[in-house]
């Protein structure tokens, strides 16, 4: 079962925008949203939640202030200072516990707990467009490549339940933990850029981190009229990558138009940017080997 991964270099390239539309045009497939740092994605297919499940990862040291005798072991030990006294006895900060258990072992009393760490939540949602894997993190919360992989997984299990063909995702932006997390394993990349200098260099990083883990990659290049030059300069890295552009994307206001009506702009018109769009998923499906 093919897995198509939009993803960009940097943040708003119109990642998102682009994927709702492929989810509007393609067949037979389920919606995974894989940006559980800032996901948006919801934005536009307003889902209604089926299941939701609560996101335990990692550990955060608890002093049980019964059983603390004030001795500041713990308080000494720890290298992120984030044990304070806290009139006798002493207290976890738990923005700067780091989870390493020091405390734990050196307590002589025995009073520090080690639970989990609740990070934040996930769901599976009915859309209009189909069913769709969705997270979302406590902000500063870490795990984030953890949740990713747990989204990947449940999506794979419910195409496989539904009878579906395609798992289409919309990845994080940048190179970090959740897009590696994303991307490994993935069908196809398709990467979003944008004709500026910024978005050309994140572009190349994003390209050498496909070429890591050996996925396949193609290019769409969004509002490629604002800036010739620099379209231009994308299409021959391109080239010399020997990298497919799978379109040249003009600068459309129907993409805006679409998302205050809470729309994806293949839903919107059939004209403009929405046709190249379609004619782009065609592309896709092609390289990713489905039936457009």
């Given amino acids: 079962m093919p897995e198509v991964l939009v993803i960009s270099g940097k943040g ?10 492929f989810a509007q045009v393609a067949q037979g497939k389920v919606i ?5 740092d800032a996901p948006d994605l919801h934005l536009l297919l307003q ?3 089926l299941e939701k499940h609560e996101f335990m990862s990692g550990h955060q ?10 001795c500041g072991i713990c308080a000494e030990k720890c290298r992120f200072e984030a044990i304070k006294p806290q009139g006798d006895v002493f207290a976890v900060d738990p923005l700067k516990c780091e989870g390493c258990k020091l405390c734990v072992v050196t307590c002589p009393e025995e009073a520090v707990e080690f639970p989990e760490r609740h990070c934040g939540r996930w769901q599976i949602s009915d859309t209009r467009l189909g069913t769709m894997v969705h997270a979302q993190l406590f902000p500063g919360e870490e795990n984030s490549g953890r949740l990713v992989a ?3 997984g449940r999506a794979r299990e419910l195409a496989d339940e539904q009878g579906m063909s395609l798992i289409l995702s919309d990845g994080p932006p940048g190179i970090g933990c959740p897009v590696i997390s994303s991307l490994s394993g993935t069908d196809l990349a398709v990467i979003v ?3 500026t200098p910024s978005g050309r260099h994140d572009l190349e990083r994003v ?8 996925v396949p990659a193609g290019v769409i290049v969004n509002k490629h009229d604002l800036n010739s030059g620099q379209t231009q300069a994308i299409e021959d890295y ?6 497919e552009v799978l379109a040249l994307l003009p600068y459309d206001p129907a993409i805006t138009e679409a998302m205050v009506k809470g729309l994806v702009v293949t839903e919107y018109n059939d004209n403009g940017i929405a046709a190249a769009l379609r004619l782009a998923w065609r592309r896709i499906a092609q390289k990713a080997g489905l039936d457009a």
């Fill in 150 to 152: 747990l989204l990947r």
């Fill in 193 to 195: 850029t944008e004709p």
């Fill in 47 to 49: 889902p209604e939640a």
């Fill in 238 to 243: 391109c080239a010399a990558q020997d990298l």
């Fill in 12 to 21: 708003g390239t119109g990642k998102t925008s682009l994927t709702g539309a």
């Fill in 32 to 36: 995974c949203d894989l940006d559980v």
């Fill in 207 to 214: 390209v050498e981190l496909c070429r890591h883990f050996k």
């Fill in 61 to 70: 040291a608890e002093i049980d202030p019964e059983r603390c005798t004030g």
